[in-house]
């Protein structure tokens, strides 16, 4: 059974519009993060949290929100998309409150198309 | 090399073939750790380095860290088809956990 689980897989969005990405982990972990990975740009991050009601900005948070209004439940909100973020979207869940050793456990990712 | 301005690497090698991959990171840290992305998912942690081990074996793979030139490597012994997958770099903040990830190498294994 996965343990960082992703919905949806696959959305397709239109400028303008609001969409929701959701991720659960069944980890218990405190942190967690979403990453969106693009070809020749790997994995950037987008956002993270510590634990819930706690959002941090990422290296590339600009048209993003956040929300974790629980342990297990972390959201990514586009509030108006745009083609630009059409991208593949992981979350992830992280074993460390803090520190270099950090290991982190994602998910499958979800495709999202903005047309 | 996976970092800097280096864009996303490919290698092609036959099976039982050795392969390197190598990282260099910008920024100070004592850890790296190397993740495998296989098709459709999402990555995974193979193998994670520390400062003062200068050199991490798991079964078939070897990673090394030099934190003088900033840089570590991947090896992968007598590799497999099933081998065949992204590889990334990642170092980690001292205090945040957030790990930035290089731009990957894609290992393609051939029988």
């Known amino acids: 059974e996965a343990a960082v689980t992703q919905s949806p897989r696959n959305k397709v969005a239109v400028t303008g519009g609001k969409v929701t990405l959701s991720c659960n982990q069944t980890n218990n972990h405190n942190n967690m993060y979403w990453y969106r990975q693009d070809t020749g740009h790997g994995l950037r991050l987008i956002h993270y949290?510590?634990?819930?009601?706690?959002?941090e900005k990422g290296d590339i948070p600009d048209g993003y929100k956040a929300s974790r209004p629980s342990q297990e439940n972390f959201s990514l909100i586009l509030e108006l998309a745009t083609p630009s973020q059409t991208s593949v979207y992981f979350c992830?869940?992280?074993?460390?409150?803090?520190?270099?050793?950090?290991?982190?456990?994602f998910g499958a990712g979800t495709r999202l198309s903005v047309l | 090399s996976q970092w800097g301005e280096e864009n996303l690497q490919a290698l092609s090698i036959q099976e039982g073939e050795d392969v390197t991959m190598n990282c260099s990171y910008k920024?100070?840290?004592?850890?790296v750790h190397w993740y495998r992305q296989d098709s459709g998912r999402g990555p995974a942690l193979i193998i994670l380095i520390r400062s003062n081990e200068r050199e991490k074996r798991s079964g078939r793979l070897r990673a090394t860290l030099d934190t003088s030139s900033q840089s570590s490597s991947l090896s992968i012994t007598a590799a497999q088809c099933e081998d065949t997958a992204v590889y990334f770099c990642a170092t980690s903040g001292a205090n945040t956990g957030k790990l930035t990830f290089g731009h990957g190498t894609i290992l393609r294994v051939h029988p």
């Open positions: 949290s510590y634990g819930a009601g706690s959002t």
């Open positions: 992830a869940s992280g074993d460390a409150p803090g520190g270099s050793q950090n290991t982190l456990y």
């Open positions: 920024t100070y840290t004592t850890v």
